[in-house]
């Protein structure tokens, strides 16, 4: 939705050259929002971080939400500014959401989520987990794309939704909240033998970060290994000596 900020406030009534301007903060905004996530992430857990981000987000959604209509009526109206008379103040305060929300965003959802994808998948099975992860996000946002300027756009050329389409996406936040409550576990601090290891003793996501780890196992199969290795370099060493005196008794 962010993506057409402008089109967005103008449909909830802002003016051309105001929306722009609130356009354009929202984008010199993200490059704080993003060194801001620097600081964040050493204090606080992914897990945690990707949680309060999609609350935060799904709390601004509800107070975002308004109609089209111009009615002073209570009961068409949606959202919690959408029971303010409408002013230029409550333009601004909606300009203003969308910053936070954009802001929110950018500092912990959107750079996390690259972060938890490559440390998530098994070792082995990384570069295909993550291209298929990025091939479904490619699936699934293309006719997205295609539907949010008809959510947006007043009709006959688009389906009238302005901002009440916030109503959909809060529908997708709520999902998501609940999928990463229940599916998301904390990577942060792990390395990623140690999330091999919490995966396949199938531990709760919820749980992760309360789990001590002992590597005693891990330490064995590196003795064996080098073991291992050993053995076969004194069967190599063997079988130098072994040929050195075949070619002296030939």
Same mark, same amino acid.
């Given at each position: ?8 406030? @103008? ?8 929306? *722009?301007?609130?356009?354009?903060? %929202? ?17 606080? #857990? ?8 999609? %609350?935060?987000? #799904? ?18 109206? @949606? ?29 912990? %959802? ?5 972060? %938890? ?10 570069? @295909? ?7 479904? *996000? ?84 590196? &003795? ?13 060493? &063997?079988?130098?000596? @072994? ?8």
């Amino acid at each position: 939705m962010l993506g057409l900020g402008v089109v967005l406030l @103008q449909t909830a009534g802002m003016s051309a050259v105001l929306a *722009y301007d609130i356009n354009t903060v %929202i984008n010199a905004t993200n490059i704080l929002a993003v060194a801001f996530g620097w600081l964040l992430l050493p204090h606080f #857990g992914r897990r945690s971080l990707f949680l309060t981000g999609l %609350i935060s987000l #799904g709390g601004t959604l509800v107070v975002l939400v308004r109609p089209l209509s111009s009615c002073s009526c209570r009961a068409n109206k @949606q959202g919690i500014l959408a029971f303010v008379k409408q002013s230029p103040a409550n333009l601004y305060a909606q300009g203003a959401m969308l910053v936070v929300q954009s802001f929110w965003f950018q500092a912990n %959802i959107n750079p996390l989520s690259y972060a %938890i994808a490559g440390e998530i998948p098994a070792t082995h099975l990384r570069p @295909q987990a993550i291209a298929m992860g990025r091939a479904f *996000y490619v699936v699934t946002t293309v006719p997205l794309n295609q539907l949010l300027p008809y959510m947006l756009n007043q009709k006959p050329a688009g389906w009238g939704w302005g901002t009440k389409s916030a109503w959909f996406w809060l529908g997708c936040n709520i999902l998501s909240t609940l999928w990463v409550y229940f599916r998301l576990p904390e990577t942060g601090g792990f390395s990623f033998a140690e999330l091999d290891i919490l995966f396949s003793n199938k531990v709760s996501a919820r749980k992760f970060k309360h789990v001590t780890i002992h590597d005693e196992l891990a330490e064995a199969e590196t &003795k064996a290994e080098i073991a291992n290795v050993s053995n076969e370099k004194t069967d190599n060493e &063997k079988d130098v000596v @072994q040929a050195e005196v075949y070619q002296l008794n030939a």
